[in-house]
T-cell receptor, first 110, second 112 residues
Framework: SQQGEEDPQALSIQEGENATMNCSYKTSINNLQWYRQNSGRGLVHLILIRSNEREKHSGRLRVTLDTSKKSSSLLITASRAADTASYFCATDGNDYKLSFGAGTTVTVRA | EAQVTQNPRYLITVTGKKLTVTCSQNMNHEYMSWYRQDPGLGLRQIYYSMNVEVTDKGDVPEGYKVSRKEKRNFPLILESPSPNQTSLYFC???????????FGSGTQLSVL
């Protein structure tokens, strides 16, 4: 069952700008994770935020989690060409499965 | 180096010809999983395994088999592939089903 849904589907920004994408989910979670995928390659884990956390930072990444709204956001600050990729949120449930959304495709223009 | 190794990277086959995609991890992870990725559909889970000899269906298990005889290996078997199984496949592992997943590089499968 696909639980997380990213928004927008695609995003195009200028180098140096910030990129924000959102993830909404339907049922209660233990953790929410964000992954990056470069063109057809394997996904790379970016950050995990637990249900009792509200915000987490990792380098230029900032993730927020609002369990009352069942939503999360990923902010990439001062974007670079290398940030061009697809970004996926993944949520767990009570069924030992990690469900991925369809992703947000981010293009950073030079 | 910690990694998940999938083989082959690319595979073209014909309908009905049995194939196996191998997956191996060197991190002593208990949890392993297979996903397929199709345009616009994100990643969908095929099968997962919580430990040796423990496997369970994901969201799209039809037409696939798996086995977990050793902790490090989790092969995906297509006994009679069909064109609708043309997809990009990923194997992943983690220390626990809710924790950070490590992904393989993917297998692009085309069934003609």
């Amino acid at each position: 069952s696909q639980q997380g849904e990213e928004d927008p589907q695609a995003l195009s920004i200028q180098e140096g700008e910030n990129a924000t994408m959102n993830c909404s989910y339907k049922t209660s979670i233990n953790n929410l994770q964000w992954y990056r995928q470069n063109s057809g390659r394997g996904l790379v884990h970016l950050i995990l935020i637990r249900s009792n956390e509200r915000e987490k930072h990792s380098g230029r990444l900032r993730v927020t989690l609002d369990t009352s709204k069942k939503s999360s956001s990923l902010l990439i600050t001062a974007s670079r060409a290398a940030d061009t990729a697809s970004y996926f949120c993944a949520t767990d449930g009570n069924d030992y499965k990690l469900s991925f959304g369809a992703g947000t495709t981010v293009t950073v223009r030079a | 180096e910690a990694q998940v190794t999938q083989n082959p990277r690319y595979l073209i086959t014909v309908t009905g010809k049995k194939l196996t995609v191998t997956c191996s991890q060197n991190m002593n992870h208990e949890y392993m999983s297979w996903y397929r990725q199709d345009p616009g559909l994100g990643l969908r889970q095929i099968y997962y395994s919580m430990n040796v000899e423990v496997t369970d269906k994901g969201d799209v298990p039809e037409g696939y088999k798996v086995s977990r005889k050793e902790k490090r290996n989790f092969p995906l078997i297509l006994e009679s592939p069909s064109p609708n199984q043309t997809s990009l496949y990923f194997c992943a592992s983690s220390s626990d089903s809710y924790e950070k997943l490590f992904f393989g590089s993917g297998t692009q499968l085309s069934v003609l």
